[in-house]
């Protein structure tokens, strides 16, 4: 069966987005400094177009968390921040611009009915109003046999993880503090539904650490 | 100069002890689950005077976090949760028991001026109300050179946090979660202070994350 998978990138302290995240700032304050490890990844940058970049101990951790993904659920504000409703005159399409790194359809969490967008690459972005049992089964439909990325933010994935749903979670520990924003397991409760740590990776700069089922 | 070499236990969600702490149960609900790492090695049962035990990929940690320790700051509910004062009709002392596994003075913080006790095997108990800086230069004097532990629990370590004068941290990042009790980072703000992370030891049951200056 497909699996649902998750990865993000979370501080030490436990937030995945700085304080006062906004449209023209999607991370929040110091929220930047969770994702360092990727953004100067060969793999990472090569998805967003741009050439360079380091290969490290991380790079088969990237690439892992790419192969066999059919499709992707993610909340609204990963989407794009901004709380809709959007119609012809605010035709928002989320901060992934015109080909977004996916290419693959996409399934997005909201209460705001909207016509899918088909955008360049392969990616769309499907509106989903009746729930994650809802958007998991349309994304794993959509995937044809192979599995489904949880992408985040933090309140939808973790409606994922309390209702035990993840198959596997990729926590990408980044060696700093943000002191507030957005906490990933706020409300989670206090079980990971028989995942298990089963490979961790170490670097100076994050640690990745992959729970799974046995 | 020695160094405050701060140590503790984490839940991946943030918590340093479950929730309904209490003198019958003073790791909370849940808490013992951050310790089954430690509970297991011979090292550490050595230390309780207890038999037996496994050698793993911790030991080497956990003797590293025992060397050249010669004296050790410790906040209220660490000593012993029973808030004070204490007195001859009350006299509390702690839940290390009559032999406590220190072997060395350890200083106290506490609102409750109280004699200091000497127990067997070395360790001593010396209450100081004047706060952090007061607790650790006494530490520093009494370790005669060695350097000084901080042994928790985590209101006294986010105040030497906060303050910038831990020198080398170990997180020892328990794969579970507890979704409330006591947090670490809580109120420490959004800088380690230069701590930066250096060294990474892995296994399934624990991930002990060594934060130091470079």
């Known amino acids: 069966m497909s699996k649902l998978r998750f990865k993000i990138s979370m501080s030490l302290d436990g937030f995945v987005a700085g304080p006062s995240q906004s449209v023209q700032n999607p991370l929040g304050i110091g929220g930047g400094r969770l994702h360092e490890w990727a953004f100067e990844l060969a793999v990472f940058r090569s998805l967003l177009g741009m050439a360079g970049g380091a290969v490290n101990e991380s790079t088969a951790v990237v690439e892992e968390s790419l192969a066999n993904i059919g499709a992707t659920v993610m909340g609204r504000n990963m989407f794009g921040g901004h709380p809709g409703p959007w119609d012809a005159q605010n035709p928002w399409n989320g901060w992934w611009g015109a080909d977004p790194p996916f290419h693959h359809p996409v399934f997005v969490l909201t209460h705001h009915a909207r016509a899918p967008l088909q955008l360049e690459g392969g990616t769309s972005f499907t509106f989903v109003t009746d729930g994650i049992h809802a958007a998991l089964e349309q994304a794993r439909q959509a995937a044809g046999g192979k599995d489904v990325s949880l992408a985040g933010g933090a309140n939808a994935a973790g409606q994922y993880l309390a209702a035990g749903l993840v198959d596997e979670m990729e926590i990408n520990l980044a060696p700093t ?30 640690t990745h650490l992959k729970y799974a089922r046995r």
Do not use: C, Q
């Open 177 to 206: 503090l943000l002191g507030s924003g957005e906490r990933l397991f706020e409300g989670v409760g206090d079980t990971l539904h028989g995942l298990e740590l089963v490979r961790t990776v170490a670097t100076t700069k994050v």
